[in-house]
């Protein structure tokens, strides 16, 4: 049982060691001031920049409409942005939808190669033969779900102008009081934003992408000769290889999405088991690099990005099957089990108060940007760590299983007015 306590110790020592700087990140949004200034302008003038927009799009007739409309709104000069569509594999309305709201659109039929990096490097494919290699300055990509406050792009173009080449931006939920999955999803999204990519541009460092909402600097798109990132994690796979070659990943915090998030917890294991399986893949293919370019570089982004990818939670799993064969051992020999008992006790009671911390943190913070009654946003608080906890069981299937790329299903048809409760939603 000596032996048990000491793997816990050891573990939680390793823990505290590795991710205590993201402890920092909880507090410096509230003790630096912003270095992005309007101010600035002066030393780099506001472009009025050309942009294309990307989106992949799979049986989305129902929501792609009313993005496109989105972006045809903003505040920002219609004739310098144009959205490029493409149908992926489609068997609904969702290319004449598209084409009906004033996109561009690409149909692709592979049955091979499929998911958005796929997807996204055919669309681009098909820019470049069609269009003039310098049209546009970036490429924005959004999912099919998503909707834009009205000034996006102008905000955007405002941390482009700058000088930033990888820009990502806040993302918020178009339901997050639906039920406690998708207030689950949205708590760590906006947690994600405000308290991981906010603090990491404040400090200088590099953020991270994530799924939806960034632009891409035409160089970037040139460099890599298209959309060449085609693991389960895309995102977070271009984020690590963009990191390693030097580049860094801003955040523009008044860049304001919403997203969908899935409501049933079938379509939440199956997309977040494509979570866990990519990101075991960009650890395997990327992991080495990283670390080694923490100390060729001495960059902390990479440390930073190393942390987020690595598999830390199987050792939390180690450390708590370590416990339980112990307590089934022991019981079974006659040994006071206790210890193992107290250690798995502690464990579970320690992990809930730590992750309704992080969520109480983001609740507080965020709350005028959280859509729905406050009685929801209290009760979904408590619901939080338990959403996180159904991680382990995912983490663990993924490292077993052959996951492949599927879509989710959305399905909430809602404009910005509705989403922030300004009016009500009709039907």
Known sequence: MEAIAMINIALSVLFTLCYLYQAVYLVVPFFMKRREKRGGEA????????????????????????LVQSIREQNYP??????????DNCTDQTAEAAEAAGAVVYRRFDKKRVGKGYALDFLLEQIQRDYPQDVFDGFFVFDAD????VNYIAEMNHTFSQGHRIITSYRNSKNYGENWISAGYSLWFLRESRFLNYPRMLLGTSCAVSGTGFLVHREIIEK???????????????????????????FCKDAVLYDEQPT??????????????GFYQVFRKYGGTLFKSMFKRRSFACFDLLMIIVPSILLSVFGVMCSVIAAVVGSALGVDVSPAVTALT??????Y?????????????????IHCSPARKIATLFTFPFFQFTYVPIALVALVSHVEWKPIIHKEVKTLAEIRGEVRKVG
Request: proline share 1%.
């Open 43 to 66: 030393a780099h003038p506001v472009v009025m920049h050309r942009f294309a927009v990307l989106i992949s799009a799979r049986n989305e007739e129902r929501v792609i409409g009313h």
């Open 78 to 87: 219609a004739e310098l942005v144009t959205v490029f569509v493409v149908a």
């Open 146 to 149: 998503n909707i834009l406050d």
């Open 224 to 250: 890599t000769g298209g959309w060449k990132f085609f693991l389960l994690t895309e995102d977070i796979e271009f984020s690590v290889s963009s990191v390693i070659e030097g580049e860094r990943i801003a």
């Open 264 to 277: 049933s917890f079938r379509q939440s294991w199956l997309q977040r088991l494509r979570w866990a399986k």
């Open 346 to 351: 502690a464990t579970a009671v320690n992990g």
């Open 353 to 369: 108060l730590l992750l309704f911390f992080v969520g109480a943190v983001t609740l507080v913070s965020e709350w005028r940007q």
